[in-house]
């Protein structure tokens, strides 16, 4: 067996490792950015109404890492899940909850991510709807976040 370390080039830490289920392999601990810094948010929209489910501060941005939507029927109703930061608009879904329910879970693997200081907001558009959207994201600060341009370029 060859002994082997992970040493990270920028300050020679070594990744961490603990002890596999038989003692007798180390296991790479791995985690991800969602998992340590990710938070969640929910908000029923009761009407026909625009509510703000996360703001970023400043010019940060917002990555969506889950979302679950449950909307009742309502005749010629919809459920709006976007992205705005007041003059650039931009939608990611829109349910038809027109003909049926809304049931939906999803947990996002791509780079489901908004440009800077752009909130996320769902808009119902019909009196007596009742719409629950529940979103897991995590900030990325403004160094890391894009302009609209550059988003908007690049998807």
Not at 2 to 11: H, T
Not at 84 to 98: H, I, P, Q, W
């Amino acid at each position: 067996m060859i002994k082997a370390q992970l040493i990270r080039s920028k300050d020679k830490k070594e990744y961490h490792t603990y002890d596999g289920y038989d003692e007798k392999e180390p296991v790479l601990v791995t985690t991800t950015h969602a998992s340590r810094k990710g938070v969640f948010k929910a908000a029923t929209n009761t009407n026909d109404e625009t509510v703000i489910i996360a703001t970023p501060s400043g010019n940060d941005a917002i990555v969506l890492t889950d979302l679950i939507v449950s909307a009742k029927k309502v005749q010629s109703s919809t459920v709006t899940l976007q992205f705005t930061d007041g003059v650039n608009t931009e939608v990611l879904a829109v349910f038809d909850s027109g003909n049926n329910s809304v049931n939906l879970a999803i947990s996002f693997q791509g780079h489901w991510e908004g440009w800077q200081a752009a909130r996320l907001e769902v808009v119902t558009d019909t009196n007596l709807q009742v719409a629950t959207t529940a979103v897991g994201y995590f900030y990325i600060t403004e160094d890391s976040a894009q302009t609209y341009s550059v988003w908007d370029a690049n998807r």
